[in-house]
């Protein structure tokens, strides 16, 4: 009963196995650690491979996290807690989504494969909140998690996050609610992950202020408000609502033999069903104001009639991915996974639509736009190889083709290879990546209609060449990574808010240094980013981005760690993107620059027990720094200086 898995195996492995001669364990049906009492992996999206994770539990930074800023070494975002955000560092960015709309959310939404699945012991809870401002200004964040295991193989769980932010200044409010709910199964057969995400976020929009010297020089104003709330905006009363769904199963069933009373998986036969639904809509009040600031009066939806701004779109994914999989570590020859898939999606979008067919239809009626193809379906095939374990030696590939539908043709490669080396008396490991893209523009990239904006484009598929490395020192605190790309017909919002695409060559290069000292109690934590982009005026980045924190690391009463210091945030100036409300995009604009200013925070930083806490006084440079350019983006200047507070605690019964 045990050969023929082996036989079968031994077929496909063998002309395939080319790395390494290092001992390899034999691998289990399941990665889960028995002698922990909890245990945390993401998995893969495509075809549910499980990737064992830290949770966020590290003291360190803690405070830092909790808000925008934190979410990445250099974050452009509108001011206020849960507004939309785009990464300064280029290759912290992600590609567009078929829904682009959600995009600005990525710090904020939740993803099946970013998500921490669990299995546990013993029933756990993590509470988070955190809250800043008066009671006119408030922002919170309350964020929940229960999950527990009935019986050894199967866990159920909940993750709640609800953040409410009313906002410093005038229409600038957000409130996101987001729901997960989670489990798995894991048995020696059977493998099964559900991941379930309703969510709604409401973003009040305001333009930006009407004039940055509220700011920068309030002294030249000419009526100076008190509070921030009375600065002028360029209008108000106007919201995005943008809701989502999307509902995730993977399973896997196991063939394999038993080997000393444990089950040893062969190959797995895989299937993962992934539904998203996705709408949007921009709504506004403050009517003349909306269209001054637009002032696209050729442009304007044409069966507008003056009435009250109501433009809304959506869209739902259907994906269904079969996989066979042969799994690594059933045999000393066996040395890496070797998966394939293939995979179909069908899409449906809906848009408003007007024609000269369709006059006297009221304008809120949604109608079908000809020229567009709003229900495209694609179908994929690719595969997988990964070596997870091994003391000298881990690498991985993958790759898709598209085969019919909207994206045929379209192209996926990507590959790491990571070793590890002696170096002063410790180890080291050193990291090579890369990936090849040759991708359809999105939908929406291609084809919009509104009542501001509308485009119909034909363009090519975008072309990316990536390569890079990465050196971890632990023994000294160090990693290094250098990435460079190439970029062919890239796609970009111009400065009226339409996407164009350069046809043409664009290189983007970084550097990245996280580098750590400690001497004593002394602590000082750096992160710095060095790129420069080919095409300023395309894509343009600023030189230098850093995150400093320098702070005293104390224990009170040997239960008590207290962290004490400050943190800055800078970046060189630079024109950077501005953000367009009726389509929640970040375009170019070549009028104002922002940076070459430091975000100055003060804080305590503790832990108790299972609980950490802060108090940070923000944006404190203000009282020595002038003037005070405190702008995160065009036109929107960051929260003004004011005291945060969070709080974290773990129960674990």
Known sequence: MQMRPVILS??????????????????????????????????????????????????????????????????????????????????????????????????????????????????????????????????????????????????????????YARGFYNSQSAKHTDWVFFGNYLSDRHRLHLFINPSSYTNAENGGLDNDNWISHPEQMDSRPVQPREYGTRFGNTWNYNKGARAFLNYRYNLGFERDSTFVPVSSLIY??????????????????????????????????????????????????????????????????????ITHELKNFTMMGVTPNTVGIAPDTTVAFPSYKNNPHSLYIGGELAKQTGKILRYGASGSLGLSGYNAGDVYLSGNIETRISFLKNTASVRAYAFFKNISPTFYENNYISRYFKWNNNFEKVNRTHIGGELNIPHTNTKLSVDVENIKNHIYFDRD??????????????????????????????????????KQDIIPLPDGCVYSSIYLQFKIAKVLTVQMGANAHYWTAYKSPAY??????????????????????????????????????????????????????????????????????????
């Open 497 to 534: 808010g339409y996407p164009k695409q350069h046809g043409d060559n664009i290189q983007v290069m970084a550097a990245t240094l996280q580098q750590n000292f400690r001497l004593g109690a002394l602590n000082w934590d750096n992160r710095l980013v060095y790129q420069k982009s080919g």
């Open 10 to 163: 031994l077929l496909l492995y063998f002309p395939l196995q080319i790395f390494g001669q290092d001992t390899i364990p034999v691998q289990v049906a399941s990665p889960v650690d028995t002698a922990q009492r909890i245990n945390y992996w993401t998995i893969t999206s495509q075809t549910g491979e499980m990737i064992p994770a830290i949770p966020d539990t590290v003291l360190t930074d803690y405070f830092n996290r909790t808000h925008a800023e934190g979410m990445g070494v250099s974050v452009a975002y509108l001011g206020n807690l849960g507004s939309p955000m785009e990464s300064r560092v280029f290759f912290e960015r992600e590609d567009r989504s078929d829904f682009l709309f959600f995009d600005p959310f990525w710090a904020y939404a939740k993803r099946p494969d970013k998500f921490l699945f669990v299995n546990t012991k013993v029933p756990y809870t993590n509470v988070s909140y955190q809250t800043a401002g008066s009671r006119q200004t408030k922002e919170e964040r309350f964020q929940a998690l229960l999950t527990f295991n009935a019986g050894k193989k199967l866990n159920v769980g909940i993750n709640v996050d609800y953040l």
């Open 580 to 653: 367009e409300p009726a389509t929640q995009q970040f375009k170019l604009q070549d009028e104002t620059e922002v940076g070459n200013y430091p975000l100055i925070n003060g804080y305590i930083n503790a832990h108790l027990k299972q609980t950490r806490f802060f108090i940070e006084y923000y944006n404190l440079g203000t009282m020595f720094i002038s003037p005070p350019d405190y702008f995160s983006t065009p036109h929107y200047p960051v929260n003004p200086p004011g005291i945060r507070m969070g709080l974290s605690v773990d129960w674990m019964n």
């Open 272 to 341: 993962t069903f992934d539904y998203t639904k996705k709408s949007r809509r921009f709504y506004a009040q403050d009517t003349a104001n909306v269209d001054a600031f637009y002032n696209y009066a050729d442009y304007l939806y044409p069966l507008r009639n003056d009435k009250t701004p109501n433009d809304s779109t959506s869209y739902y994914s259907f994906k269904n991915t079969f996989a066979l999989s042969l799994r690594e570590g059933f045999s000393e020859w066996a040395k890496f996974d070797l998966t394939a898939f």
